[in-house]
């Protein structure tokens, strides 16, 4: 038998749709408030210190006074040093992982080993890289060590990507190519990695804008708050910004508020350019893809 | 050796010489058996069909020739299967080179995200050609070959993706021609074409016969009677292993079939 309809329970249920979509959209806004309300905080109190000189200049006066320029050029030094380290042993063990290990139990732990690797905490890669790199490999406290570090860090995430990527990417083309008497390496090296490079660049690029916002692996390997000049060698000790920052607002006494919110400032907007750089690879390739 | 065949759609018979054998080759998927005891001749520059119900072990005892089951994990073969006489699944052999006699297509048109002209060099090019002159010579020729060249011959520098899909499947056909093979596996090559294509696909394969030789699987009773010149037919057992029941001349196997079971198949009673 049919239910009888009224139209008192259309609009009841009219009512709970409403306030179902409200609740969405509240969560929704909830998430992303804090974000906007931060970059906006951010440019109000932060853009009066940026000039010029406070990019270009080195700190003086215990960095109360003066520019950030040494801890800008000791990030990009980090995140190319990272990116130098992780990306080539990301790719090559995502290209084992998805093409060549097999399925057992080795390689499950393996896995399992590295999405574990993503959930530990930052400073205990850093006291590893203390341990491994300053002391037992007898680099020192230096860019060399820290961009180590932090390239162990990153590790999870660029084999992670570069795994996925080259997954995504049709079995059929492996087959097509086998089919003419291909190498399997020949396959990957001439059709898989082309077509999984968008995914293993924006990986790469998002595991960089990371290791440039890190402060806590970094302060055991290397950063320094101030060091007079530029490093010239891999072996310098080395300025950074995140660690910088930290420095400036916990143990500078009388620090002028604007240098710290001008310094969260180009922290932020290195960290989000990066993540814009890698939206936009992974855009333009995948229109080139679907042509 | 040779065997007798009458070639479609011709009167004489000829005596040709076996290219491919198996001889009571059995295939497992870990502990499942998806063929038993097969033993079967292909001969040489003529077009055998597989044909059988779905599930029935056809794409599994074609890819034993290009030993694409090596692929699947937990997949092996007992049994003798061999091209010319020479043992396939030797230790000796490497198995890149027999793909490279053995050529395949499959049943979804998979040209490379490529322009044309590199879906046609790529064998070649990774086979060491590299002069211009020479790949641009095997790719006219491969395509002509495909009946595809006058299709394409003012995009090849456009993607092969952007063809359609029978236009990708003689491109598929073109890739496997350009390197060169004795023998060329095709594995449901029509089964996502419309009716048009299909018949083009047909015409191709009758045309390459001369030279290579083909073996397809097909779904299409129709096609198989239309295109082959010998038959074989496939079906399942109890435990699902696909056995060979019949075999023998295309004519042959549709008009006087000798297995009952063969019987009701071409007749549509199952599958």
Same mark, same amino acid.
């Given at each position: 038998?049919?239910?009888?309809?009224?139209?008192?329970?259309?609009?009841?249920?009219? +009512?709970?749709?409403?306030?179902?979509?409200?609740?969405?959209?509240?969560?929704?806004?909830i998430?992303?408030?804090?974000v906007? &309300?931060?970059?906006?905080?951010?440019? $109000?109190?932060?853009s009066?210190?940026? @000039?010029i000189?406070?990019?270009?200049?080195?700190? @003086?006066?215990?960095?109360k006074?003066?520019?950030?320029?040494?801890?800008? /050029?000791?990030?990009?030094y980090?995140?190319?040093?990272?990116?130098?380290?992780?990306?080539?042993?990301?790719?090559?063990?995502?290209? &084992?992982?998805?093409?060549?290990?097999?399925?057992?139990?080795?390689?499950?732990?393996?896995?399992?080993?590295?999405?574990? =690797?993503?959930?530990?905490?930052?400073?205990?890669?850093?006291?590893?890289?203390l341990?491994?790199?300053?002391m037992?490999?007898?680099?020192?406290? !230096?860019?060399?060590?820290?961009?180590?570090?932090?390239?162990?860090?990153?590790?999870?995430?660029?084999?992670?990507?570069?795994?996925? *990527?080259?997954?995504?990417?049709?079995k059929?083309?492996?087959?097509?190519?086998?089919?003419?008497?291909?190498?399997?390496?020949?396959? #990957?090296?001439?059709? #898989? $990695?082309?077509?999984?490079?968008?995914?293993?660049?924006?990986?790469?690029?998002?595991?960089?804008?990371?290791?440039?916002?890190?402060?806590?692996?970094?302060?055991?390997?290397?950063? *320094?708050?101030?060091?007079?000049?530029?490093?010239?060698?891999?072996?310098?000790?080395?300025?950074a910004?995140?660690?910088?920052?930290?420095?400036?607002?916990?143990?500078?006494?009388?620090?002028?508020?604007?240098?710290?919110?001008?310094?969260?400032?180009?922290?932020?907007?290195?960290? %989000?350019?990066?993540?814009? =750089?890698? #939206?936009?690879?992974?855009?333009?390739?995948?229109?080139?893809?679907?042509? | 050796?040779?065997?007798?065949?009458?070639?479609?759609?011709?009167?004489?018979?000829r005596?040709?010489?076996?290219?491919?054998?198996?001889?009571?080759?059995?295939?497992?998927?870990?502990?499942?058996?998806?063929l038993?005891?097969?033993?079967?001749?292909?001969?040489?520059?003529?077009?055998?069909?597989?044909?059988?119900?779905?599930?029935?072990?056809?794409?599994?005892? %074609?890819?034993?020739?290009?030993?694409?089951?090596?692929?699947?994990?937990?997949?092996?073969?007992?049994?003798?299967? !061999?091209?010319?006489?020479?043992?396939?699944?030797?230790?000796?052999?490497? +198995?890149?080179?027999?793909?490279?006699? /053995?050529?395949?297509?499959?049943?979804?048109?998979?040209?490379?995200?490529?322009?044309?002209?590199?879906?046609?060099?790529?064998?070649?090019?990774?086979?060491?050609?590299?002069?211009?002159?020479e790949?641009?010579?095997?790719?006219?020729? !491969?395509?002509?070959?495909?009946?595809?060249?006058?299709?394409?011959?003012?995009?090849?520098?456009?993607?092969?993706?952007?063809?359609?899909?029978?236009?990708?499947q003689? $491109?598929?056909?073109?890739? /496997?021609?350009?390197?060169?093979?004795?023998?060329?596996?095709?594995?449901?090559?029509?089964?996502?074409?419309?009716?048009?294509?299909t018949?083009?696909?047909?015409?191709?394969?009758?045309? =390459?016969s001369?030279? &290579?030789?083909?073996?397809?699987?097909?779904?299409?009773?129709?096609?198989?009677?239309?295109?082959?010149?010998?038959?074989?037919?496939?079906?399942?057992?109890?435990?699902?292993?696909?056995?060979?029941?019949?075999?023998?001349?295309?004519?042959e196997?549709f008009?006087?079939?000798?297995?009952?079971?063969?019987?009701?198949y071409?007749?549509?009673?199952?599958?």
């Open positions: 038998m049919k239910t009888k309809m009224t139209f008192r329970s259309i609009s009841s249920r009219k +009512v709970t749709q409403r306030f179902a979509f409200s609740l969405l959209i509240l969560a929704t806004t998430a992303v408030a804090p906007i &309300y931060i970059v906006i905080y951010m440019v $109000l109190n932060g009066g210190v940026i @000039s000189d406070f990019l270009t200049q080195p700190p @003086s006066q215990a960095g006074a003066g520019g950030i320029f040494p801890a800008i /050029v000791g990030s990009f980090l995140m190319l040093g990272t990116l130098i380290f992780a990306l080539p042993v990301g790719v090559l063990a995502g290209i &084992y992982l998805s093409e060549y290990a097999r399925d057992n139990w080795l390689t499950r732990l393996i896995n399992m080993a590295i999405l574990n =690797l993503a959930g530990v905490p930052s400073i205990v890669f850093g006291l590893f890289g341990g491994l790199f300053v037992t490999f007898k680099f020192g406290m !230096s860019l060399l060590a820290a961009s180590l570090t932090l390239a162990c860090q990153a590790l999870a995430m660029t084999i992670t990507t570069s795994r996925e *990527a080259i997954l995504a990417v049709p059929e083309y492996l087959e097509g190519s086998l089919a003419v008497g291909v190498t399997r390496w020949q396959t #990957i090296r001439h059709i #898989i $990695l082309p077509q999984a490079m968008p995914g293993i660049i924006t990986g790469a690029i998002l595991a960089m804008s990371r290791a440039a916002g890190e402060t806590a692996p970094i302060l055991v390997v290397g950063a *320094a708050f101030i060091v007079p000049g530029l490093p010239s060698s891999p072996f310098d000790q080395f300025m910004l995140p660690y910088h920052l930290y420095t400036a607002a916990a143990h500078v006494p009388g620090m002028p508020k604007t240098i710290m919110w001008g310094i969260a400032l180009v922290l932020l907007v290195v960290v %989000l350019s990066f993540n814009l =750089l890698a #939206i936009f690879i992974r855009l333009r390739f995948r229109q080139r893809r679907t042509v | 050796m040779t065997m007798k065949v009458a070639l479609a759609n011709s009167h004489s018979t005596e040709l010489r076996i290219k491919l054998r198996t001889e009571k080759v059995s295939l497992f998927y870990g502990s499942f058996q998806a038993r005891a097969i033993t079967l001749e292909i001969p040489e520059k003529a077009i055998t069909a597989i044909i059988g119900p779905s599930g029935c072990g056809k794409s599994s005892f %074609l890819r034993l020739f290009n030993r694409m089951n090596d692929l699947i994990s937990g997949a092996r073969v007992e049994g003798l299967v !061999s091209i010319d006489g020479i043992p396939i699944y030797d230790r000796t052999i490497d +198995v890149v080179e027999l793909r490279k006699r /053995v050529g395949m297509v499959f049943q979804k048109p998979n040209p490379f995200p490529m322009s044309v002209y590199e879906n046609v060099a790529f064998g070649p090019r990774r086979h060491g050609k590299k002069s211009r002159s790949l641009d010579m095997i790719v006219e020729q !491969s395509l002509r070959q495909a009946a595809l060249w006058d299709e394409v011959k003012d995009k090849l520098h456009q993607s092969g993706m952007a063809l359609s899909g029978g236009q990708q003689r $491109l598929c056909i073109a890739r /496997v021609l350009a390197v060169e093979p004795e023998v060329i596996l095709m594995d449901e090559p029509c089964s996502a074409l419309d009716p048009v294509a018949l083009k696909i047909e015409d191709l394969m009758r045309n =390459l001369h030279d &290579y030789t083909i073996v397809i699987v097909t779904h299409n009773m129709q096609q198989a009677a239309r295109v082959s010149d010998m038959a074989a037919f496939f079906m399942m057992e109890e435990d699902r292993a696909g056995v060979l029941v019949e075999h023998g001349p295309t004519s196997l008009t006087n079939p000798k297995d009952k079971r063969t019987e009701d071409i007749t549509g009673r199952f599958g």
